[in-house]
């Protein structure tokens, strides 16, 4: 007995292909396809985009609290010169009062001048630490701008992808791709600068 009668599959299958390539449906499949894509990349991007700012304006905070750290050590820096000079005034004055100097005011004089050369080098140490943050803020900031650029990159060609599915222009699609490819060039830079 027969099963059913036959149907030439083969035939019915260039004759739906024919009519998915005449009616575009091809065409949407792969626009949705690049689109999805365009997306997830466009996630990772956004993603990348928030890291490096969030640790950029870490690293600008820290730089902050270490400028504030050197600006009390240059303040105690002065304090210590301040009373350098007043003892050493103190022994001139002494001096010129023709009687002998407190041998207190000299050691003390010198004791000031030696914490000030320490304080000096521990303001300068804190600078450069501070410096140091800033440079590495500013890198980080820079990648930012091309992970940001790459997200707008991506939205826009997401966009053209949905109005070539909606007009089934090819040329609008086109450029989407265009557009997505641009976003992934911008996206790799801070990859390729950084190796």
């Known amino acids: 007995m027969p ?20 009616s575009g449906s091809r065409m949407l ?21 928030g890291d490096t700012v969030n640790e950029a304006l ?4 820290d730089a902050t609290r270490i400028q504030a750290q050197a600006s009390d050590q240059w303040t105690y820096y002065q304090a210590k010169g301040i009373k350098s000079a007043v003892a050493r005034a103190s022994a001139i004055t002494w001096r010129a009062a023709g009687r002998p100097v407190p041998p ?11 914490e000030q050369k320490e304080i000096q080098v521990k303001a300068k140490e804190l600078e450069s630490e501070r410096d ?6 500013a ?9 940001a650029g790459a997200v707008a990159l991506f939205q826009v060609a997401i966009a053209l992808g949905a109005v070539s599915a909606l007009t089934r222009v090819k ?15 911008m996206f790799a830079i801070p990859f390729v600068s950084a190796g």
């Open 104 to 114: 207190d005011l000299e050691e003390t004089a010198s004791r000031y001048d030696a």
């Open 139 to 147: 890198g980080l900031l820079e990648k930012h701008h091309h992970y």
């Open 29 to 49: 499949r792969w626009v949705s396809l690049t689109t999805a894509l365009l997306a997830a990349v466009a996630a990772v991007a956004s993603l990348r985009a």
């Open 58 to 61: 870490a690293l600008k905070s």
């Open 132 to 137: 140091a943050k800033e440079h590495e803020a």
């Open 171 to 185: 040329l609008v699609w086109y450029g989407s791709l265009v557009l997505g490819a641009a976003g992934l060039v």
């Open 3 to 22: 099963e059913g009668p036959e149907i030439d599959t083969d035939k019915l299958r260039e004759t739906i292909d024919e009519e998915i390539e005449r």
